[in-house]
């Protein structure tokens, strides 16, 4: 199936064709301009793609699916079926096998060619090995999901940029995602193995509370009871809603020119974690009662929660998405947050068995705060 390798003849420094230029003098801004002219060419160069999904049913892969479904591609998924929170589409092929045992994926997947495959569950090089060795020779591009949390940690200088190097001492989680990628760079250098890298960071979904404890931090909000915001609750984030991501990330399927390249896609709006917790109280009607608790204090405590403080959340990070744009000309997280945290309680109001909380949870905030502080 003819896909996007025409694309990579385009001219330079994204730079529209000379008669376009002339219509600047109606007064159209520039770059609104170019967003059309390469619009209108994707547009005409897209072809229809067979894209199997490696998971699918995710905060994030759920979007994507659906994203691409909306962009008139040929989609396919391959999961144990076990969701009720993401059904996939009607209209979506499910391969139903365990992505961990090999045999049962290679029955599935057996005398299909696929144009995409995006991987969003692989976790450790031994996974990434396994696909590159099942779909060599046999598909025209490779997308792994990895992570930006892999970045550099804390960073050295901000904004993030891809080049930024890949070294997070903190967590095991970050680490194992830089080594999936450096089998996938290796795999590109050696035999030119057609592998994309997409580093998503914290992407949520209605779902998906953004704070370590889920709906157990936003029932504390709502009873009135203090919640706990590591450092003194100033230090920046970015949040992006999956849908922000998946309109980008389909912009990058079946472009050779995304092959052998690393890219992260987030929203450009940034946040102190105080506001973060201001927007979802806001949208349930309520104040947040916040006490401000050094990391390495609740790593003392709870170390799961820790290392996620320590290996991500409690350093600011702040993303520049130059490079997404240039490839996905028009591209913009539309989605604010404050959006965001009104879909997150609504969803999880709308019905009682989706607002679980873990008692454990609530325990473990309620001795970080008897220890070190009273609320704000």
Not at 34 to 54: G, K, N, P
Not at 59 to 66: E, Q
Not at 207 to 231: C, N, Q, S, Y
Request: aromatic residues 8%.
């Amino acid at each position: 199936m003819t896909r996007r390798a025409e694309t990579a003849a385009a001219p330079q420094d994204d730079c529209p064709p000379s008669d376009a230029l002339t219509t600047t003098a109606l007064g159209r801004d520039r770059d609104d301009l170019l967003r059309d002219v390469w619009r209108h060419r994707y547009a005409a160069s897209m072809a229809r793609l067979r894209v199997l999904f490696i998971g699918g049913t995710g905060v994030i892969s759920s979007a994507c699916v659906r994203s691409a479904l909306g962009a008139g591609h040929e989609v396919a998924v391959i999961n144990r079926g076990t969701t009720s929170h993401r059904p996939v589409p009607s209209d979506v092929e499910t391969l139903h096998a365990d992505v961990r045992d090999s045999d049962a994926v290679e029955t599935a997947v057996s005398g299909r060619r696929f144009d995409v495959v995006a991987d969003f569950m692989s976790f450790v090089p031994d996974h990434v090995e396994a696909h590159v060795a099942r779909w060599r020779g046999h598909v025209g591009q490779y997308v792994f999901i990895g992570s930006a949390s892999a970045y550099q940690t804390p960073p050295t200088r901000v904004p993030v940029v891809e080049s930024t190097p890949l070294h997070n001492p903190f967590w095991e989680y970050s680490r194992q995602k830089a080594a999936c990628e450096d089998i996938l760079v290796n795999a590109y250098r050696r035999d030119g193995f057609p592998a994309t890298i997409v580093r998503p960071s914290h992407t949520y979904d209605r779902t998906l509370v953004p704070f370590d404890g889920g709906w157990t931090v936003m029932e504390r909000i709502k009873r009135g009871a203090p919640i706990v915001i590591h450092g003194d609750g100033t230090s920046l984030w970015t949040l992006t809603h999956h849908t922000d991501f998946a309109s980008a990330f389909v912009g990058l399927l079946g472009d050779s020119r995304a092959h052998g390249e690393a890219f992260h896609i987030t929203s450009d709006e940034v946040l102190t974690w105080d506001q973060i917790a201001g927007l979802l109280a806001n949208a349930a009607g309520v104040e947040p009662r916040i006490v401000h608790v050094p990391s390495d204090a609740i790593a003392a405590i709870d170390p799961e929660w820790g290392a996620s403080l320590l290996g991500d959340k409690a350093h600011s990070m702040i993303f520049d998405n130059t490079k997404i744009k240039r490839m996905v000309p028009g591209w913009q997280a539309e989605i604010p947050f404050w959006r965001g945290a009104a879909e997150i309680v609504e969803w999880h109001e709308a019905d009682p068995a989706r607002r679980e909380t873990n008692p454990a949870v609530d325990a473990a905030i309620d001795r970080i705060i008897d220890r070190y502080g009273s609320s704000a």
